[in-house]
């Protein structure tokens, strides 16, 4: 029989209530971004995409310019719930764009080389987060778990 000593019983329970009570206990520290709900929009948006594509606007909460971005996302077809595209759901997008210091930008990520055929709906977005941000500065940060995900439903 396994001996377990009082302080190690309590960190079991005290886990155990976490889990339970359904507290997240992930990192809550605030990234150093936020970004709109993101939308999935086909037609034609010229100099970005000619059949469907992600928009969101990031806001650079930092006192750094950021120069290059890192997204991650998932796509599923509004009524069948399954994967729309060509190869593999999960997509990773980078861009390079210039950010000012406590300002922000529009995205527009083409989803052209995926398509196969224009949804007549759009397209849930699922699991999307920014996995990297690249500074002028030469600093970065990285969210390689997608704990700050965002989706579109």
Not at 6 to 27: K, Y
Not at 133 to 147: L, M, V
Request: hydrophobic share 35%.
């Amino acid at each position: 029989m396994i001996e377990i000593d009082g302080t190690l019983r309590f960190a079991i329970l005290c886990l155990l209530a976490l889990i339970a009570s359904g507290c997240d206990i992930r990192d809550t520290a605030k990234p150093p971004y936020a970004i709109t709900k993101p939308v999935s929009v086909t037609g034609i948006k010229a100099g970005y995409y000619s059949l469907a594509g992600i928009e969101f606007t990031i806001y650079n909460e930092t006192e750094k310019e950021i120069q290059a971005i890192g997204v991650s996302c998932m796509i599923y077809d509004a009524e069948t719930k399954k994967n729309p595209l060509i190869g593999s759901n999960s997509l990773h997008f980078n861009s390079r764009m210039l950010i000012p210091p406590n300002g922000s930008q529009a995205l527009a990520l083409s989803l052209d080389p995926y398509v196969y055929s224009v949804p007549k709906t759009p397209w849930l977005i699922d699991f999307m987060y920014i996995s990297s941000i690249d500074y002028s500065d030469g600093s970065s940060w990285q969210d390689s778990t997608g704990t700050y995900y965002s989706r579109s439903y």
